[in-house]
């Protein structure tokens, strides 16, 4: 079965940078729309960045400039760069895939906590 | 666009029929999804191109729906039901718009 983890979030202070990590099972990243959502506490859920499978990538306003979707073909994985983090990066992120470009996401992984904080 | 959900709290009983609503500011056609999210887990794909079934959920959850307007609909609520649901739109975008939530709660 479809299956995606994700690593390497933590406590980061205001400033830095921090880069997660997405490992996917039984499907390849790079043949597929990928997405990052992200959920702060207690609040909804907010998409951050997606990368089409070919290539083509998009960013929330909020994290514009800030952040790089990035995928590794013989790792299989996905990756969200994150740098000059704000309080408000705070939250729950969530990688995800859709079946086809631009469509619903299917697979979620787990979530990773990233808390930016001094 | 922005997705405006209703209610934004509900309260229902076992066996219980519900109906949670999606307005979308602009017509998007049928490209609206449904999401279903458990405290501490990730969203699950319910419904997609606004009335059609994920594959593994069961058969009383129906979507409806087309333009502006959409519904979820759960037929009977069933003790695992009870959860946080959420739309989002795959018309225009970037970018990728999620509705703010319908928090459905046990009576």
């Known amino acids: 079965e479809e299956q995606l983890v994700e690593t390497g979030g933590g406590l980061i202070q205001p400033g830095g940078s921090l880069r997660l990590s997405c490992g996917a099972s039984?499907?390849?990243?790079?043949?597929?729309?990928m997405a990052w959502v992200r959920q702060a506490p207690g609040k909804g859920l907010e998409w951050v960045s997606v990368?089409?499978?070919?290539?083509?990538?998009y960013y929330a306003d909020s994290v514009k400039g800030r952040f790089t979707i990035s995928r590794d073909n013989s790792k299989n994985t996905l990756y969200l760069q994150m740098s000059s983090l704000r309080a408000e990066d705070t939250a729950v992120y969530f990688c995800?895939?859709?079946?086809?470009?631009?469509?619903?996401?299917?697979?979620w992984g787990q979530g990773i906590l990233v808390r930016v904080s001094s | 666009i922005q997705l405006t959900q209703s209610p934004s709290f509900l309260s229902a009983s076992v066996g219980d029929r519900v109906t949670i609503t999606c307005r979308a500011s602009?017509?998007?056609?049928?490209?609206l999804a449904w999401y279903q999210q458990k405290p501490g887990k990730a969203p699950k794909l319910l419904i997609y191109a606004a009335s059609s079934l994920q594959s593994g959920v069961p058969s009383r959850f129906s979507g409806s729906g087309s333009g502006t307007d959409f519904t979820l609909t759960i037929s009977s609520l069933q003790p695992e039901d009870f959860a946080t649901y959420y739309c989002q739109q795959l018309n225009n975008f970037p970018p990728i718009t999620f509705g703010q939530g319908t928090r459905l709660e046990i009576k």
């Open positions: 039984e499907f390849t990243v790079d043949a597929n729309y």
């Open positions: 990368v089409y499978s070919g290539g083509t990538t």
């Open positions: 602009q017509g998007i056609s049928s490209y």
């Open positions: 995800a895939r859709g079946p086809y470009d631009r469509s619903h996401l299917d697979y």
